[in-house]
């Protein structure tokens, strides 16, 4: 099993974090949605949308194997 570096825990808290939020705004707009066409509620709707793909994309850039970028220096 590799080691994940530490930037990579943080972006997976805040993966953890935005699928929170999407859940809490769609229950919001659930609850402010009375069949009309409300403002409020498509806006809530928006932030379900952004919030998940915000959550998969720190989710999977946080599970990934990623390579050294660092220069490695020869020694002779």
């Known amino acids: 099993m590799r080691e994940r570096r530490k930037i990579q825990k943080v972006l997976m808290g805040i993966a953890v974090a935005c699928y929170v939020a999407s859940i809490i705004c769609a229950i919001v707009a659930a609850y402010l ?3 009309t066409a409300n403002p409020a509620v498509a806006s809530m ?3 379900v ?3 998940a793909a915000t959550g998969i994309v720190l989710h999977i850039i ?3 194997n990623l ?4 220069a490695e ?3 002779t």
């Not at 390579?67 to 660092?70: M, T, V």
């Open 33 to 35: 949605s009375d069949g």
């Open 45 to 47: 709707m928006a932030s």
């Open 67 to 70: 390579p050294s970028l660092k």
């Open 49 to 51: 949308v952004f919030f």
């Open 62 to 64: 946080g599970s990934t």
């Open 73 to 75: 220096r020869e020694r």
